[in-house]
């Protein structure tokens, strides 16, 4: 593989140009006088994503999966970023931090049966796990009852509700009452 060959760039500071339309709409370079500034300015650097910043700190560290010590470390360093953009950055998360999965049935129940496993095992996660799938079911009852959810995708939220307040009574019992509830679904 050939070395890329070197460039070299002007030092521009972020005061000496700035980026401004002209009388015209036309955008231009200017170094703050009015004046255009000189063709080897560089533009703006491009605003970079919390996403994005998301995927450059589990890349930075060769994460392949996030688990708990990685969570921590993540949530510590990007404490300005949500917990739903880190889960939405498509990093796998194990439970029980990557929350309720509830885009299907199918994924709700593994997700629902993961977090009875931590909840069983992880007395000091019981109230994060609870308070995953209170959320999560806070956000399917909404989805249920709106009027602008088309209403198959309303019928199925409900049945997610009811799944995730059986969780909810109990964790321990869930996986046995789920595979009753598929019995009887068909």
């Given at each position: 593989m050939r070395p890329l060959p070197s460039i070299s760039v002007p030092k521009v500071t972020k005061r000496a140009?700035?980026?401004?339309?002209?009388?015209?709409g036309s955008r231009m370079y200017t170094d703050g006088s009015g004046r255009a500034a000189t063709s080897r300015a560089l533009p703006p650097a491009r605003r970079v994503t919390k996403k994005q910043r998301v995927l450059d700190f589990v890349a930075a560290r060769g994460w392949d999966v996030i688990g708990e010590t990685e969570w921590q470390e993540l949530r510590s360093a990007l404490?300005?970023?949500?917990?739903t953009t880190i889960r939405g950055s498509g990093i796998p998360i194990r439970a029980p931090w990557r929350g309720v999965a509830a885009l299907s049935i199918d994924e709700l129940e593994a997700s629902l049966c993961?977090?009875?496993?931590?909840?069983?095992?992880?007395?000091?996660?019981?109230?994060?796990?609870?308070?995953?799938?209170i959320t999560a079911k806070d956000r399917a009852r909404w989805a249920a009852q709106s009027p602008k959810v088309e209403e198959s995708k309303r019928g199925v939220k409900t049945e997610m509700v009811e799944w995730m307040l059986v969780w909810l009574g109990d964790p321990s019992v869930f996986p046995a009452w789920v595979q009753l509830r598929r019995k009887n679904m068909g």
């Open positions: 140009v700035q980026y401004e339309k002209n009388a015209a404490s300005d970023i949500s917990e993961e977090l009875s496993q931590v909840y069983e095992t992880r007395a000091d996660l019981r109230r994060y796990c609870r308070d995953q799938v």
